[in-house]
């Protein structure tokens, strides 16, 4: 079975994250700073500045997006990189004419509640095949790792038909339960839990721990980068999620914060000035706390993007 | 009854594993069945009958020139969306990696459209390729278009593609980043001082030493390109996959089907599901041979 050997393979790697070293900084022993001549310093130069320009034009469509939601209506098809005369009145449009704190909440609590839920449950679910040999152990783990091959989309006719008899359409936990716990989670805290050494566990059985104990207060520990990554993971794929949200809410006041965005947008009638600064309301806060938590975020996603 | 201490340490297991093991049954495994229980009838949720049809549904694809039409986009997302980002994305790993100052600042750049919601950034691009947009007058400036973009048959789905790219490539970029890092710096010195020139030091160790990244990158995103939708929800005019069905996806029609029109037809959308799973497990299971066979090489 290759998840075997899978394992086996990342276990050199479990060391480095437990010791929580940047899998990114261990690569300073480049053979790339020699100093050199003009020659080489003129190339480093050139490389330096076409990254530049590809990164500024990566982060382009955000300017954009900024320098036309603070332009006056009249002003947006000039396409000037200077608003002519600035304006906040946009955002003070769409805040007032739609329900966007509602949506922000909603996804804030949707995102919040299945993040803290992916992470406990992925956490004890992984420990339990990393680290206990019981009957059935193999084909739960099967069970659980089929379940990736299956896309979300074949999954949604029924979910839908589940909403509707048990009436959660168009509620928190109707947009929340396909998610609240993940395979993928699963998985991987199963491979991060298999570089916990067992002779700890055993020591901890000995002084008497319970298991459940053993499992929160020795083995979760040793593995917080790891559910740091995930937590990660969860609450951005499920702060951006669409498709089931769209299809499982149906009053404006339960959206989430991209259908409400989708909604307002494609009713505003090419308002370019009040869709670039709905665009902006919910795509801010996402850089800002993507700037302070960066080094975490992208490591979280090499982490988990190598284990997966 | 006395349990042993084995058997002790079982029922711990049994009880931590037993709500995530419902979960899975009732919430993954019991739908993905019952999907392919609908995808045998004719269903609509509001009728009264819904009559077992057999394989009528899948036969019906057949004779659907939109379903065509949406399997044939799909597949174009995938054969040039994958290539052509993994492309690009390679390429600038490749430049990232040689830098020594503002690392994180660089990597910021180009990762930043990754966290975004593609709702809101899907918008943003629409007004930039609006025929009196910004993608028009800068072209314009050196003599060249204006083009349709996404108001042309010809050019919408590629319109679409470019975003896609971009906004995928952040992610890429920092797993080759891991993966480059990943390589013995030992191998390509001994390369330069057989006098291996860049290219070949590219070809004979980067690339062969990098390929459990490119093919871990190839199925993600070959994965995630099938599953195209939320760009072209919010970027093809009116939401439809159009114009002219040009950009239509699979998920896109299945929504559509099933959630759009009246009366819905779910169980035809349910098909078309099973074939877009079926597609799904055969490229995981090519992944899974691939893996194995590397393995057993070492």
């Known amino acids: 079975m290759s998840t075997e050997s899978q394992n086996k393979g990342a276990a050199p790697g479990i060391g480095d994250v437990l010791s929580g070293a940047d899998p990114l900084a261990a690569g300073q022993l480049r053979v790339v700073s020699r100093g050199g001549g003009w020659k080489v310093r003129l190339a480093r130069f050139a490389l330096y500045a076409i990254l530049l320009i590809g990164g500024i034009g990566m982060i382009f469509p955000f300017v954009w997006m900024v320098i036309s939601s603070i332009k006056m209506p009249q002003d947006i098809y000039s396409l000037s990189l200077v608003p002519p005369d600035p304006t906040l009145n946009n955002y003070r449009d769409v805040l007032n004419s739609t329900d966007y704190v509602r949506w922000f909440g909603n996804s804030l609590l949707i995102a919040s509640i299945t993040t803290v839920s992916v992470a406990f449950f992925d956490s004890l679910a992984g420990y339990t095949l990393a680290k206990f040999n019981f009957p059935g152990a193999t084909v739960i783990f099967i069970l659980i790792l089929s379940t990736l091959m299956v896309p979300t989309e ?155 | 009854m006395l349990l042993t201490l084995e058997r002790r340490r079982w029922l711990w297991a049994y009880a931590f594993i037993l709500i995530p093991l419902l979960f899975f049954l009732a919430i993954r495994i019991g739908p993905a069945f019952y999907a392919f229980w609908v995808s045998l009838h004719q269903w609509d949720p509001i009728a009264l009958q819904r009559p077992f049809i057999g394989l009528d549904n899948f036969s019906a694809m057949q004779d659907d020139p939109v379903f065509w039409k949406a399997f044939r986009n799909t597949w174009l997302y995938v054969i040039i969306g994958v290539p052509v980002s993994l492309s690009i994305s390679l390429l600038i790993a490749l430049g990232l990696q040689r830098l020594v100052r ?58 679409i593609l470019i975003m896609t790219i971009w906004q995928g490539l952040g992610f ?43 093919v871990f990158l190839t199925v993600t995103g070959v994965i995630n390109y099938l599953q195209v939708f939320t760009q ?30 009246l009366p819905s037809k779910m169980g035809y959308a349910s098909a078309i599901t099973v074939v877009l799973f079926l597609m799904i497990l055969a490229i995981t299971l090519v992944q899974l041979k691939l893996f194995s066979r590397k393995n057993n090489e070492y």
């Not at chain 1, 499992?215 to 794929?237: D, E, H, N, R, Y």
């Not at chain 2, 939401?239 to 950009?247: E, K, Q, R």
């Open chain 1, 154 to 308: 074949m999954l949604v006719i029924p979910w839908y038909m589940m909403s509707i008899e048990f009436e959660w359409t168009d509620s928190y936990w109707g947009v929340m339960f396909p998610g609240v716990i993940s395979a993928f989670g699963v998985f991987l805290m199963r491979q991060f839990f298999s570089g916990v050494p067992n002779d700890l566990i055993d020591a901890a059985r000995l002084d008497g721990f319970s298991e459940f104990r053993i499992f929160w207060k020795i083995a979760v520990p040793l593995v917080k980068p790891a559910i740091a990554a995930l937590c990660i993971f969860t609450f951005l794929g499920n702060w951006n999620a669409y498709i089931w949200p769209l299809i499982v809410t149906r009053s404006e006041e339960m959206r989430t914060l991209p259908v409400g965005i989708a909604f307002f947008s494609s009713e505003a009638q090419s308002s370019f000035h009040l869709i670039m600064a709905a665009a902006a309301l919910a795509t801010i806060p996402v850089l800002i706390i993507f700037m302070i938590f960066q080094r975490q975020i992208i490591k979280g996603i090499v982490l988990t993007g190598l284990k997966g």
């Open chain 2, 102 to 159: 503002y690392v994180g600042f660089y990597r910021v750049l180009y990762f930043v459209p990754y966290v975004t919601s593609l709702v809101a950034v899907g918008w943003v691009w629409r007004w930039m390729y609006m025929p009196n947009g910004l993608f028009n007058d800068a072209l314009s400036r050196i003599a060249i278009g204006p083009f349709q973009w996404l108001g042309s048959p010809d050019t919408a789905l590629y319109s």
């Open chain 2, 172 to 214: 890429q970029i920092i797993i080759f980043l891991a993966g480059l890092e990943s390589i013995p710096v030992v191998y390509q010195e001994a390369a330069a001082i057989d006098g291996a020139s860049n290219w070949q030091r590219f070809l004979g160790v980067t690339i062969p030493l990098l390929n459990p990244t490119l």
């Open chain 2, 232 to 261: 072209i929800r919010t970027m093809s005019s009116a939401g439809t996959g159009g114009p002219l069905n040009s950009t239509i996806s699979l998920v896109l029609y299945v929504y559509q089907q099933a959630f759009q029109q």
